[in-house]
């Protein structure tokens, strides 16, 4: 079965900075009725690494308890320590979640192709028969430890049947290219929306999508068919001159006409209410005008 469309949940925040879950559980379904094949909760759109273990457990409760299957969920692990990364993923697939979407330690920078195997093998090891289903999240911008082709061969080989997917969130059509290509038997999975149309068409599996919260139907159609879609694409250009995540919730706040989305976690700060004006304005010229 295809990967399609899985939605970067984004986490919406109380005033007193707790996880409002009403309004996470009802994103969720919004997204799924909407054509969304599964939820990534926690990844970077989701603020994982600002989310803490207990909190986590909690968030999967109550989506699980609001209507959304297990195997509707991909549940993102973003932490430093083997021993953690192996805690937060053993408690997602006991759940029965579809994947975890596993990303590298991120604290010590430019680390080696050897010591990126070390750990991710010892976080498979850790879990031992429960492992399954992994992703691996290659995003070399923020964890600055990129996932090279020949590691993900080597930890295929090491531990097969483990990896069965790579998120690919590099930017670098040459390097995603290279990846259809030796990995394709693995789900590929594009996260600069950029490439999402030309990487399915090439074998690419879908996506997991940060933009899918505001915008489903439209990145669904990239994602599943391979359409291209300028509009996702110059809307894309617009959010990037703006730290990703915030630029996400404040395009989310307004399509759903709900401020509360604005709200981060410390150290992110949200958009400026000029930059809020601008990227509604932007959303607005691409795909509410009549040209559109």
């Not at 409760?61 to 209507?67: E, F, K, M, N, P």
């Not at 599996?205 to 509009?231: C, H, K, L, T, Y």
Request: glycine content about 10%; some cysteine; hydrophobic content about 45%.
């Amino acid at each position: 079965m295809r990967f399609g469309l899985s939605v970067a949940l984004a986490t919406p925040f109380e005033k007193d900075g707790s996880i409002a879950f009403g309004a996470m559980v009802a994103q969720a379904r919004r997204s799924l009725d909407a054509g969304c094949a599964s939820i990534a909760l926690f990844g970077t759109t989701g603020e994982g690494c600002s989310v803490g273990t207990r909190e986590r457990e909690a968030v999967l409760d109550a989506v699980i308890s609001g209507g959304v299957a297990p195997n509707q969920i991909v549940a993102g692990v973003l932490v430093d320590a083997a021993a953690d990364a192996a805690d937060q993923a053993g408690h997602a697939l006991s759940k029965g979640v579809r994947n975890i979407l596993l990303a590298p330690p991120s604290y010590f920078k430019n680390v080696s192709e050897d010591g990126l195997f070390g750990w991710y093998s010892a976080v498979f090891t850790l879990l031992g028969d429960r492992a399954r289903d992994i992703i691996v999240y290659h995003i070399p911008s923020v964890t600055m430890a990129p996932l090279t082709h020949s590691l993900i061969a080597r930890l295929r080989q090491a531990f097969p049947g483990v990896v069965t997917g790579v998120k690919d969130s590099g930017g670098e059509w040459g390097f995603t290219e290279k990846l259809l290509k030796e990995h394709g038997d693995l789900m590929i999975l594009i996260g600069d929306e950029r490439h999402l149309a030309q990487g399915v068409r090439l074998g690419g599996q879908g996506a997991i999508s940060g933009v899918a919260n505001f915008a489903p139907r439209e990145v669904r159609r990239m994602a599943v068919d391979g359409q291209e879609d300028q509009r996702v694409t110059d809307l894309v250009v617009e959010m990037l001159k703006y730290p990703v995540t915030p630029a996400v919730k404040s395009l989310t706040a307004y399509l759903t006409d709900d401020p509360s989305w604005l709200a981060v976690r410390p150290p992110l700060l949200p958009i400026t209410e000029e930059g809020q004006r601008e990227l509604a304005s932007a959303f607005d010229a691409l795909f509410r005008s009549k040209a559109a």
